[in-house]
């Protein structure tokens, strides 16, 4: 596509795998993921974070470049669907999203690291490396909260599938889903666009079926057993 561009940056200081900022995406210089996981991932950060910066910034509202406030939710929501369309959302990474919602409202509560950490690991059971990374996420800086928005921010958009809403509007930049009124309303005073660019795992006919699905599919369902092309 003429136009759409995203530097990478390989870096040693990241506190994720994979992050994008600004439209640029930035790549841990230790990164070891498994196979059936690298393309979902790419599609979670490209076909989402750099996607909407890049349509955002074609808008004439700009802002929706950068994000209007609170759209973190959809964008992460966004992005795990992403991963879910493009054909592995394995039921640990899910269970390790629904741990990062108990740890930061056991951090809010002023329950400790180690607490926490043997929450996650005994009660809830996650893999003892994925509890111990949930819980430094929740405690980082602090206390950190933004981890938490990724399953209501999920959960958001498939009542908005289930409502026969076009998938499309969620690309047109960086925004929160009880905003989208307010949005078609300025774009029928020429204030927004439709999106300037789609995600390329909507060019497979897989990932059109797996969208369909997604509009009568409960939030617990939304996981795969095994990789699917």
């Known amino acids: 596509m003429e136009g759409f561009t995203s530097d990478v940056v390989v870096a040693d200081d990241l506190n994720s795998l994979l992050m994008v900022s600004r439209g640029r995406l930035y790549i841990a210089e230790d990164i070891r993921v498994a196979r059936s996981r690298v393309d979902p991932l790419i599609q979670h950060e490209i076909g989402t974070h750099v996607v909407t910066h890049h349509n ?30 493009a054909g592995y959302l394995p039921a640990e990474r899910m269970r390790v999203i629904a741990g ?42 602090g206390g950190l909260t933004k981890d938490a928005v990724y399953l209501a921010g999920l959960s958001d958009i498939l009542d908005y599938l289930s409502e026969g809403e076009p998938f499309e509007d969620l690309f047109i930049g960086k925004f929160a889903l ?21 995600p390329r795992y909507l060019e497979n006919p897989a990932a059109i079926k797996r969208l369909e699905r997604c509009r009568q599919m409960p939030l617990d369902q939304l996981f795969h057993r095994e990789p699917h092309a």
């Open 178 to 198: 009880s905003q989208m009124d307010t949005l078609r309303e300025l774009a029928g005073q020429g204030w927004v666009h439709p999106p300037d660019v789609m």
């Open 56 to 85: 955002g910034s074609q808008q004439p509202l700009t802002q929706l470049a950068s994000g209007l406030a609170h759209y973190d939710a959809l964008q992460e929501g966004l992005g795990v669907l992403a991963e879910y369309l």
């Open 100 to 141: 990062r919602v108990i740890a930061a409202d056991m951090m809010l509560h002023g329950t400790t690291f180690a607490d926490v950490f043997a929450c996650l690991d005994d009660e809830y059971q996650l893999d003892t490396h994925d509890a111990f990374d949930v819980t430094v996420r929740a405690f980082r800086g």
